[in-house]
């Protein structure tokens, strides 16, 4: 009997292969034409939305969307890219592919699907690497320098319908068929899809069942058919009569980006690789500085009991900054994997009711014993805890500097901006050594000091939260082979020192560490690994470390978005990416991709519900009434 899968885990495809073909035991059809689905992807969606010569044609700086109502083996996202690649090798332009699955494949279904066609296999390797844990939402993935984003929505196509952001450009109805699988094929998606389209929108699908033409034409698509793929005699396809209005070229001016910590260092990187020029400001001699220049620091996120939009957000963020650091990994990443102990009573219980009402895939977390904690850290560990296996460490100064060094960014440091003025359409800034920049977009993202020059009146809630952080000599450990976190957290040795920390200090303004800071420090981790240290000798006066300012919010949640006054209105051309706390690793990558596509026009990588978490209004403190 097949055990039951619990949210945010999904049920995944069940195939059935024959032949060597898989066919969906749920829906009893195949993925694709058993004589040749690579051919027939290419007839039905690429040919019959004319994609060969509308990509050949597309102007430089844009970006093309594609949108698809049945993931399935990701054969027709291949096709699509293996296209794109041919009339868009080099270019700035970036094709958003976003699809909808019900039922994913898991990862050893689609390698084996995807083994039928050699001639894909360099674009294959790769989304088989970056595919995503079969968690329910909404998962980013970036291929070719960001040139093609893929958008995999894992749910009901409805709500991701209903929750998505985009206009697509050419629409592949693919899923199984009408007969099998009738939700796809509601009247209701039918129209939702033509809420996401726009004059000159095409579609092509396999099917010519007349509850089908019937409802896209009511929708409004202009209807033909075409001849059909092998022994199919027929298919539709249809476009949304254009208006006459030509698109406008995209004018490419310098966004300037205050603040090149990991949240400015990340976004400076993503606008880049878009093709925007950027000018990155920080008033230090170097990116990674401040916050965000300690020598280790640990990726990880606490989740939450229940699984809400806040937790959902978190897991989110976890996953996409794992895939996002996949290339780093010979420079400044270093996935380790991470134990997430339960060093208290109460963490334990919360760890236990967590893994009670919480279904993840194992190899995103799984709980473990402390003989299971032990053998995979390597040292002695007393209490069990949260294995999360792709996780680890970064070097986040060094992680700054790498992602700042790009041809389209121009540093500008050493550089203190004192005002910011709004000229006509554009932004005048002003600093410290009498010079100005004129650009057509700005990010403040200078963690609490943001509150000091933003252009707007009224009070942000952002408070620094001080952090001290203590080298231990890697001498004088049992060196662990993971990443370890209770209440504090612990790295693998790096060039000869092991990092630990941090405290969390709210009313200090110390910005030196402190013995006290130390003796913290090593309190907290010997309480969690009893067993660590093999040199009695090693004292809190003997340490040196490293103190930051983070800066936290007033909910403990990111701020990224267009900033808005207190009454909710824009100020055109500003954008907040700040707040990021003691997790800065993990939000930086998702919220810099979702900031770069809200400026940039493109379809935004978070759903509505998760997108208001973070937005800038909630910053402002609410009179008291």
């Known amino acids: 009997m097949k055990a039951s899968v619990h949210p945010p885990a999904l049920e995944p495809a069940e195939l059935l292969w024959r032949d060597g073909i898989p066919e969906s035991a749920r829906f009893g059809d195949v993925y694709f034409n058993r004589d040749n689905g690579l051919s027939e992807s290419r007839h039905v969606f690429i040919e019959a939305n004319e994609l060969p010569g509308r990509f050949a044609d597309l102007k430089a700086n ?36 976003i699809s909808f699955e019900r039922f994913p494949l898991t990862t050893p279904d689609l390698s084996k699907a995807l083994a039928l066609w050699p001639e894909l296999a360099p674009f294959a390797d790769q989304l088989i ?104 005699r027929e298919m539709l396809a249809g476009k949304i009569v254009a208006d006459t209005h030509p698109e406008s070229q995209p004018t490419i001016k310098p966004i300037a980006i205050i603040g090149a910590g ?47 939009a806040q937790a959902e957000l978190a897991a989110t963020a976890l996953t996409f900054s794992q895939r996002y650091y996949q290339p ?17 009573e109460q963490e334990e219980a ?13 190899t995103f977390l799984t709980p ?14 007393k209490v069990p805890g949260l294995w999360f296996p792709q996780s680890g460490w970064l070097e986040p100064s060094k992680a700054c500097q790498r992602l700042a060094s790009h041809e389209q960014i121009t540093p500008l440091y050493n550089r203190q901006v004192t005002r910011i003025e709004r000229y006509g359409d554009e932004w005048i800034l002003l600093d410290g050594q009498g010079t100005s920049h004129t650009v057509s977009r700005i990010v403040i993202a200078c963690g ?33 082979a993971t990443v370890i976190c209770g209440l504090k957290y612990l790295n693998p040795a790096n060039k000869g020192q092991a990092v630990t920390g941090a405290t969390f200090d709210l009313k200090s303004d110390n910005p030196r560490p402190t013995v006290e800071g130390h003796q913290e420090n090593l309190d907290e981790l010997f309480r969690m690994l009893p067993t660590l240290c093999t ?67 493109q379809p935004p990588c978070l759903p509505d519900y998760l997108a208001r978490r973070i937005e800038t209004q909630r910053l402002y403190r609410k009179p008291k009434t």
């Not at 473990?368 to 560990?381: F, H, N, P, Q, R």
Request: proline content about 5%; charged content about 20%; hydrophobic content about 40%.
């Open 62 to 97: 844009t970006h093309f969307v594609i949108a698809e109502t049945g993931f399935g083996t990701g054969l027709n996202f291949l096709s699509t890219w293996a296209e794109w690649k041919k009339h868009q090798p080099q270019t700035n332009s970036v094709l958003h592919f």
């Open 129 to 232: 690497t970056q595919y995503p844990q079969l968690i329910k939402g909404t998962h980013r993935l970036l291929f070719d320098e960001g040139r093609v984003r893929l958008t995999l929505c894992f749910g009901d196509l409805l709500y991701g319908l209903g929750h998505l952001s985009f206009i697509a450009d050419a629409w592949f109805l693919d899923g199984f068929a009408p007969s099998h699988n009738p939700d796809m094929w509601a009247e209701n998606a039918i129209s939702a899809i033509r809420e996401h389209s726009k004059p000159g929108t095409t579609f092509a699908t396999f099917t010519v069942a007349g509850r089908i033409r019937r409802s896209l034409e009511t929708s409004g698509f202009k209807i033909q058919k075409l001849p059909g793929f092998g022994r199919k």
């Open 262 to 308: 990991i949240a400015g260092s990340m976004l400076a990187r993503n606008l880049a690789e878009r093709g925007l020029p950027v000018l990155l400001i920080d008033k230090a001699s170097h990116p990674g500085s401040a916050a965000s220049g300690n020598p280790q620091g640990a990726l990880y996120a606490k989740l939450g009991i229940e699984y809400n």
């Open 328 to 344: 780093w990994q010979s420079d400044f990443w270093h996935p380790t994997g991470l134990l997430q102990l339960a060093t208290t």
């Open 350 to 362: 919360r760890q236990k009711k967590f893994c009670d009402r919480n279904q993840y895939p194992e």
């Open 368 to 381: 473990v014993s402390a003989d299971k904690a032990t053998e995979l850290a390597g040292i002695t560990i």
């Open 448 to 480: 609490h000091q943001t509150a000091d020059i933003v252009p707007v009146t009224g009070e942000l809630r952002l408070k620094p939260i001080r952090g001290q952080i203590s080298y231990l000599p890697e001498t004088s450990l049992n060196q662990p």
């Open 535 to 601: 040199n009695e000798s090693l004292q809190a006066g003997s340490l040196n470390g490293r103190v930051a300012f983070r800066c936290a919010t007033h909910d403990y949640q990111p701020v990224a978005g267009e900033l808005l006054t207190e009454s909710g209105n824009p100020v055109e051309g500003v954008y907040l990416f700040t707040g990021l706390g003691s997790k800065g690793l993990v939000w930086a990558p998702l919220l810099a991709e979702y900031l770069a596509d809200i400026i940039t026009g």
